[in-house]
């Protein structure tokens, strides 16, 4: 019994020696996810019951919020509504797509140091882990102690170190689920349908269509994801295949779809780029029309219809997955656990542990070695035809959608007329 | 007890005396809703019980089904079965969307004398109703002793007679569910949001839009209903209005928007029209994409976005609103009992009953006064801006959607810097 309570003082005075004391800012950036309030949640609650925090500021709408010193009290927040605010989708902070700038940088660790906050918890993708990474470098330069979190979130699942993200798996859900009802509307009145995807250079959403797959003629039965070449004579040929066989044909097409040269089909018609330089792809159905309208010109194909599913994918209220909310809101607390225990910066990264059960262990993990550059699906997850995926890709989705509603099927016993 | 004993014999003397014995057909028609097939076991599980039925045939892809002789046993499929097909969405007998021609009318009352066919049940719109008001009509010109009821469907809920139609309250509660999360959405990185509904005529569905609305300051800001006549220069000036006061806007436009003449905003840009000579609608972003085109080029706002619901709004499983089901299912098995009591033909309306507490009434009434045309939103629903809906709306639907989820909101405890 000794020696634990021994390795527990251990570490509480580790924790005495190193963890600064001062307020905290918590703030969320990027696309907004049906869990992101988990990881806000469960990073107040964990810095409630810690003396080394003094205030639990909110920053509105991210780094610009910082910046216009536009904080609200999270500390005041009652637990009724932090309970809520958990189940609530979308960023409750308000978010942003704003690239920092060297000096605005410089501006947040000025404003840090006015404020004595010495904790800083961003929650975001890629280029949210690099706008942290940034400011923790001018805080370091002004010789400010401070510790600094990146806490990960992404739909679209492109984070490095991840074995999944935050954000994904309720989206993938609601994908599926979606994708049941469709194969079974395509089904009932043919023809092609096409539906578009979230992903930029990730294709994970767009395989997550084929979860519900049940019966042999289910679709999605052609999925295009952005990493493999998309050529259109290639997809006019594969849809025509499938209608002549089937009389009816669903589409999964991921929006980060590109040519040989990997050029993105969708910039041809987008005339957009946010504040990192990347192409809009969302809120917009020209993709999907340009190529309903080029099966309706090249084939027989008499119906052809395409869907776009847009924000829904992120933002439906009322569709979630229970592992996604339970880790989404682990990674928040575990953020903070991390930066009391003494650690200056990093990210909080999902490993999952091998074996037969799903499971998984939250690992620091460097700021850098998230930040900037997106990571793809693995090849063992992409069918050789490169227009489905594998079981691979099943067996690692699965467990993080959950089970899916049952579908029926009449077993249709044919009568002789 | 005695009365209720006699009036019983006399009912089930009446039954014994005019419903004729034979084969029963059922078919589906039109666009798929979440609990068309509630309609199919509810008038399947009836006649089972019957012995004025011999043989429960389904018909595949409704009408198509019955010229084509493509026949299935639904007498033959389990109660398990049965029960899954219930609870999942879309026409498990497979759809159509093709108006019979007179020909084809007199080629159906054929196939029924051949097979002996004396119930016809057709499950669709106002559309539907037509085709089984003109079999009716060959069926008697030949003296085929037959029995023909419709049953209704329709997620545009515009069917005359009705308070409301079955698959119109689930693709409502998916709506509603969908502006929930697209409202935060919207709150968190500002800009205008367009979603395109759907609702050819009417706009029920998109009014279902507001039924989530909770704080002062949630969108939908603006809707845009079929029923009110739709210009370009009031709709950017509302829009450019909201933004200024909020700093964001979302706005809920039916596809079926119309000019001062009557025409189809949407048709300009549409291609196609289906059987009976409606333009395609759905299937498209290009509405959307449209008038967020017009926003982005004559207001100072940045960022526009437009999604299209698409399909989805009528097939998405794993959203139902529980008294659609019920209703769905019950208006099937009354469509049965009408037809065993001796009824010749009719529709079943739902009839809601005054009160304080939701309750509706199941009444047949005649196949011609439900078909051909379709009815709108009552004026007393639309608010007098034209750009919202009324008290009266919401005491309408909402006891048909069902209590939606719940929406945490942060105090926002302002802190002075």
Same mark, same amino acid.
Request: one cysteine or more; charged letters at 25%.
């Given at each position: 019994?000794?020696?634990?309570?021994?390795?527990?003082?251990?570490?509480?005075?580790?924790?005495?020696?190193?963890?600064?004391?001062?307020?905290?800012?918590?703030?969320?950036?990027?696309?907004?996810?049906?869990?992101?309030?988990?990881?806000?949640?469960?990073?107040?609650?964990?810095?409630?019951?810690?003396?080394?925090?003094?205030?639990?500021?909110?920053?509105?709408?991210?780094?610009?919020?910082?910046?216009?010193?536009?904080?609200?009290?999270?500390?005041?927040?009652?637990?009724?509504?932090?309970?809520?605010?958990?189940?609530?989708?979308?960023?409750?902070?308000?978010?942003?797509?704003?690239?920092?700038?060297?000096?605005?940088?410089?501006?947040?660790?000025?404003?840090?140091?006015?404020?004595?906050?010495?904790?800083?918890?961003?929650?975001?993708?890629?280029?949210?882990?690099?706008?942290?990474?940034?400011?923790?470098?001018?805080?370091?330069?002004?010789?400010?102690?401070?510790?600094?979190?990146?806490?990960?979130?992404?739909?679209?699942?492109?984070?490095?170190?991840?074995?999944?993200?935050?954000?994904?798996?309720?989206?993938?859900?609601?994908?599926?689920?979606?994708?049941?009802?469709?194969?079974?509307?395509?089904?009932?009145?043919?023809?092609?349908?096409?539906?578009?995807?979230?992903?930029?250079?990730?294709?994970?959403?767009?395989?997550?269509?084929?979860?519900?797959?049940?019966?042999?003629?289910?679709?999605?039965?052609?999925?295009?994801?952005?990493?493999?070449?998309?050529?259109?004579?290639?997809?006019?040929?594969?849809?025509?295949?499938?209608?002549?066989?089937?009389?009816?044909?669903?589409?999964?097409?991921?929006?980060?779809?590109?040519?040989?040269?990997?050029?993105?089909?969708?910039?041809?018609?987008?005339?957009?780029?946010?504040?990192?330089?990347?192409?809009?792809?969302?809120?917009?159905?020209?993709?999907?029309?340009?190529?309903?309208?080029?099966?309706?010109?090249?084939?027989?194909?008499?119906?052809?219809?395409?869907?776009?599913?847009?924000?829904?994918?992120?933002?439906?209220?009322?569709?979630? %997955?229970?592992? /996604?909310?339970?880790? +989404? #809101?682990?990674?928040? !607390? =575990?953020?903070?656990?991390? &930066? $009391?225990?003494?650690?200056?910066?990093?990210?909080?990264?999902?490993?999952?542990?091998?074996?037969?059960?799903?499971?998984?262990?939250?690992?620091?993990?460097?700021?850098?070695?998230?930040?900037?550059?997106?990571?793809?699906?693995?090849?063992?997850?992409?069918?050789? %035809?490169?227009? /489905?995926?594998?079981? +691979? #890709?099943?067996?690692? !989705? =699965?467990?993080?959608?959950? &089970? $899916?509603?049952?579908?029926?099927?009449?077993?249709?016993?044919?009568?002789?007329?």
């Amino acid at each position: 019994m000794k020696p634990a309570g021994k390795k527990r003082a251990r570490a509480k005075s580790r924790v005495l020696k190193l963890a600064p004391v001062g307020n905290m800012v918590i703030a969320q950036s990027g696309g907004p996810t049906m869990v992101i309030n988990e990881s806000v949640v469960g990073a107040v609650l964990r810095a409630k019951r810690s003396k080394h925090i003094t205030r639990i500021l909110g920053a509105r709408h991210g780094i610009r919020g910082i910046l216009d010193r536009d904080f609200i009290d999270l500390g005041r927040e009652s637990e009724r509504t932090l309970e809520a605010v958990r189940k609530t989708p979308s960023s409750a902070l308000g978010s942003v797509r704003h690239k920092p700038t060297p000096e605005e940088c410089r501006e947040v660790a000025h404003i840090f140091q006015k404020f004595n906050v010495r904790y800083f918890f961003y929650i975001g993708g890629n280029d949210t882990a690099e706008a942290a990474h940034i400011v923790t470098e001018e805080c370091r330069r002004s010789h400010h102690d401070f510790v600094c979190f990146h806490i990960p979130k992404t739909v679209d699942n492109d984070l490095r170190q991840n074995d999944h993200t935050p954000g994904y798996a309720s989206a993938a859900r609601f994908i599926a689920q979606a994708f049941q009802g469709d194969n079974l509307d395509n089904r009932a009145l043919g023809g092609v349908k096409i539906d578009v995807l979230m992903g930029r250079h990730a294709g994970f959403l767009t395989a997550a269509s084929a979860l519900g797959r049940k019966h042999e003629d289910d679709g999605p039965h052609l999925i295009y994801l952005p990493e493999r070449p998309f050529s259109m004579t290639g997809f006019v040929s594969d849809v025509d295949g499938v209608y002549k066989k089937r009389g009816r044909c669903v589409v999964a097409v991921s929006e980060g779809i590109v040519d040989r040269m990997g050029d993105l089909i969708a910039a041809k018609y987008a005339t957009e780029r946010d504040a990192h330089g990347n192409v809009t792809l969302g809120g917009s159905g020209a993709l999907g029309d340009l190529l309903a309208r080029i099966v309706k010109e090249t084939t027989d194909v008499s119906r052809v219809r395409a869907d776009t599913f847009g924000y829904m994918q992120r933002s439906f209220h009322g569709v979630r %997955s229970v592992v /996604d909310e339970r880790e +989404a #809101f682990a990674v928040g !607390a =575990k953020a903070a656990e991390f &930066a $009391l225990r003494g650690e200056r910066s990093g990210s909080v990264a999902i490993k999952r542990v091998a074996g037969s059960r799903y499971r998984v262990e939250l690992k620091r993990v460097s700021l850098g070695s998230v930040a900037k550059h997106a990571r793809s699906m693995p090849s063992s997850f992409i069918a050789k %035809s490169g227009t /489905d995926i594998t079981s +691979a #890709f099943l067996n690692y !989705a =699965k467990p993080l959608v959950g &089970a $899916l509603p049952r579908v029926g099927r009449l077993r249709e016993i044919v009568v002789k007329g």
